[in-house]
């Protein structure tokens, strides 16, 4: 499977520990996003990278949230002392795309519940 | 910044019935906008864009409509089967937004009855 792959598929922790989520991208795509989604509504958008260059942060990332892009391949999207009001779906995106927009893919999401 | 508001919330359609579900935008300069499908369990998969220099785009039996001067676009799906059933989302772009970042409306969750 080439496309977009995110890892773990759910994540269950108690507030205040902290959790790792990982995004591999497809391959040759440069660009590479991160959506909060909550039941019932829209993904949002928290952040994205083009290459290794976070480029835009919203202001949904609060200081308890960081993401890396490392060597513009896979990212990491971290949440240190979780809260309950962090239990989310974190989807990550992938495009390829020289400039404006294309066709976002979108892989299976991260599930948190924090208890 | 863009606003994406979409309706209705909730859709059932007797199967090979259409469904309509209609977005409104609030940057005018937004010029890309794209349909999303979401399966439960699974994140949103593309079927259908279209920009802002073509007011309608179909493939197969499904359709989109872009009225700029308006600031809304709906996404038409003719003789609906059961397995249309899913919560599809709207999406924009502004012009300025040279990341391509997408601005989601609301959802809608679909329902096709057989």
């Known amino acids: 499977d080439t496309g977009v792959s995110q890892d773990p598929r759910h994540k269950i922790t108690k507030r205040g520990q902290n959790v790792t989520f990982r995004c591999d991208p497809i391959s040759e795509h440069n660009r590479l996003y991160w959506y909060r989604q909550t039941l019932g509504q829209g993904p949002e958008f928290l952040t994205y990278?083009?290459?290794?260059?976070?480029?835009?942060k919203s202001r949904l990332l609060s200081d308890r949230f960081s993401a890396e892009r490392p060597k513009g391949s896979f990212s990491t999207l971290e949440i240190q002392r979780t809260e309950q009001g962090d239990s989310a779906m974190y989807l990550c995106?992938?495009?390829?795309?020289?400039?404006?927009?294309?066709?976002?893919?979108f892989g299976e999401g991260s599930r948190l519940t924090v208890l | 910044g863009e606003n994406v508001e979409q309706h209705p919330s909730t859709l059932s359609v007797q199967e090979g019935d259409s469904a309509v579900i209609k977005c409104t935008y609030s940057d005018s300069a937004s010029n890309y906008f794209p349909w999303y499908k979401q399966e439960l369990g699974k994140g949103p998969q593309l079927i259908i864009d279209?920009?802002?220099?073509?007011g309608e785009k179909k493939d197969q039996r499904i359709a989109v409509t872009l009225n700029k001067t308006a600031k809304h676009f709906s996404l038409h799906i003719t003789e609906t089967q059961p397995e249309d059933s899913a919560v599809y989302f709207c999406a924009a772009v502004p012009l300025y937004n040279q990341g391509g970042k997408l601005i989601f409306g609301q959802g809608t969750e679909l329902s096709v009855k057989p």
């Open positions: 995106a992938s495009s390829l795309r020289g400039g404006g927009a294309g066709e976002l893919f």
């Open positions: 279209i920009r802002s220099n073509v």
């Open positions: 990278f083009q290459n290794e260059a976070q480029l835009e």
